[in-house]
Each structure stands twice: as structure tokens, then as C-alpha cells.
């Protein structure tokens, strides 16, 4: 279980560092605002570094979001559930996650992010054109530690229904930090 615990800092890090991506973003949209509406002076770059910050921010965000079981549940359905239902459902999800979307994105967006720097393309959203190449990168490093996250809680999940593991309160414990489910 080291290596789930060493997973989990991964994305605990990688959600902190980004975290920190809405400092330069809100100066970028500040500064564009003031350009635009005070000296009729837009950028030709606030918008594609805008999108850009924003989109490697909610990315690479994701491991930390479901780390931190932050991600939507339809809790209509879920909440109805038995203790041992929750471990299966969230069983059944997380290998859903792991086995097709979050492989398959990274897969492709090797596949996509390689095009882009071997080709040198270039965005066209604005006159800036900048390289997509490092945008695209995000891409399949976001899935990568979404896949090794999805992977650390369905071994989680599958431990907890055939080795559960009480808590003081008698609740299941799916890691030592983890409240009752």
C-alpha cells in the first residue's frame, strides 16, 4: 500500500502546484480587462493564455478532485445505497474510469500532442499563434495521473469489499485519513 500512498502525494502535489495557476490567470484577465476597456487596447494574447492556464489548471486538477472524491456523484442514487453497494459502485466506476477513458486519453493525447510538436502547429484562435504543442502536453500528463489516481482508488475499492477495515466510529475505512463512508 506504499505505492498508493506515494500515488495519493502525487496528486496531492500536482493539485497544490496547480492551484497555483489562478495567480498569473487572474493577472492576465485583470491586465486584458484594462488594456480593452481603459486604452482600447486588447491583447493579441490574453485569450489564448487565458483558455490555456485555465484549461492545464482544470486538467491536470483532476487526480487531485478525485483524490479528494471531489468529482459529481448522482447522489440520488448513490446515497440509496448499502455500505457494500457504495464499494461496488465506486468499484464499477473507477474501473470504468481507469480501464477506458482515463488509458485511452492518455493514448491519444500522446498521439495528439506529438502531431502538434512535430508538425510546430500553431493555434489560430488569435493573431498570436502560439505553439500548440505545450498546451496539448497536458493533455496526456492529466490523464496519466488521473489513470494512476482511478487505478489507487479501485485497488482501494476492491480491498475494502473483501478486507474491510473498521474504524473507531464502525464506519470502513478505504485509507487511515478517511472519515466513514
Known amino acids: 500500500m506504499k505505492v498508493l500512498n506515494y500515488i ?80 461496488i459502485f465506486d468499484t464499477i466506476v473507477y474501473a470504468v474510469v481507469f480501464s477506458f ?15 502538434a510538436w512535430a508538425t510546430n502547429e500553431k493555434l489560430s484562435t488569435t493573431n498570436w499563434f502560439f505553439p500548440s504543442g505545450p498546451i496539448k502536453t497536458v493533455i496526456p500528463i492529466a490523464f496519466f495521473l488521473l489513470s494512476l489516481q482511478s487505478l489507487t482508488e479501485l485497488i482501494r475499492s476492491i480491498s475494502t469489499l473483501f478486507n474491510p477495515v473498521r474504524n473507531s466510529n464502525g464506519g470502513i475505512k478505504l485509507r487511515p485519513n478517511d472519515s466513514k463512508i
Open 101 to 115: 477513458i482515463a488509458i485511452l486519453f492518455t493514448w491519444a493525447g500522446v498521439r495528439f500532442a506529438y502531431e
Open 8 to 87: 495519493d502525494k502525487i496528486s496531492e502535489w500536482t493539485g497544490i502546484v496547480v492551484s497555483w495557476i489562478i495567480v498569473p490567470l487572474t493577472f492576465v484577465v485583470v491586465y486584458e480587462v484594462i488594456m480593452r476597456h481603459f486604452f482600447n487596447a486588447p491583447t493579441g494574447w490574453g485569450y489564448d493564455t487565458c483558455w490555456m492556464l485555465y484549461s492545464a489548471q482544470f486538467m491536470i486538477g483532476g487526480a487531485y478532485t478525485l483524490l479528494k472524491k471531489g468529482h459529481v456523484r448522482i447522489d440520488i442514487v448513490y446515497n440509496t445505497l448499502s455500505l457494500r453497494g457504495k464499494l
